[in-house]
């Protein structure tokens, strides 16, 4: 039987380009000369560390251009408030979004039946499966899942015929 996954996943090592291209940035930009502006990446989480609000505005500014230009939806990136860092430092925790919540997952599925395709979604994991008798229904699925507007940016793969 025809199918598909509906996923949610953010590529690692174009995250960490863009991160490379930000620090590089802001070490040569004049207004961040003589400070202690840095960005931290695990990984996981980009850390934001300056000695002003202005500066971290201006860093997360730069890190979403750079995000953006190497294809990284911004939807998948969530910005923390700041907080303090000690010595005072400001720092900003940047998330990655990475899989499906259920909440998500339900309002995805909820679309895909409200259509009255002939399709059956599941859940597994942080990812929907979604599958039919026709590929036609599931490229329509596709169709009105793209024009559903979630906060998270979701991709189609694992198409099997």
Not at 45 to 71: C, F, N, P, V
Request: net charge neutral; glycine share 6%; with cysteine.
């Amino acid at each position: 039987m025809p199918s598909f996954d509906i996923v949610s996943e953010v590529d690692i090592q174009e995250v960490d380009n863009a991160v490379n291209q930000a620090r590089k940035e802001i070490e040569g930009r004049y207004d961040f000369k003589g400070s202690k502006a840095e960005v931290q990446w695990d990984k996981k989480e980009i850390t934001l560390l300056a000695e002003d609000d202005y500066k971290i505005g201006a860093m997360g500014s730069i890190l979403q251009t750079k995000l953006h230009r190497r294809g990284i939806d911004i939807k998948a990136v969530k910005f923390s408030d700041m907080e303090e860092a000690g010595g005072r430092m400001l720092r900003q925790k940047v998330t990655l979004v990475q899989g499906i919540d259920r909440e998500i997952a339900k309002d995805v599925i909820k679309l895909i039946k409200d259509s009255k395709l002939k399709v059956q979604p599941q859940v597994a994991d942080d990812k929907i499966k979604v599958s039919s008798k026709s590929i036609d229904d599931l490229q329509e699925c596709i169709k009105i899942i793209r024009a559903g507007n979630f906060p998270l940016p979701l991709q189609y793969n694992n198409m099997r015929s």
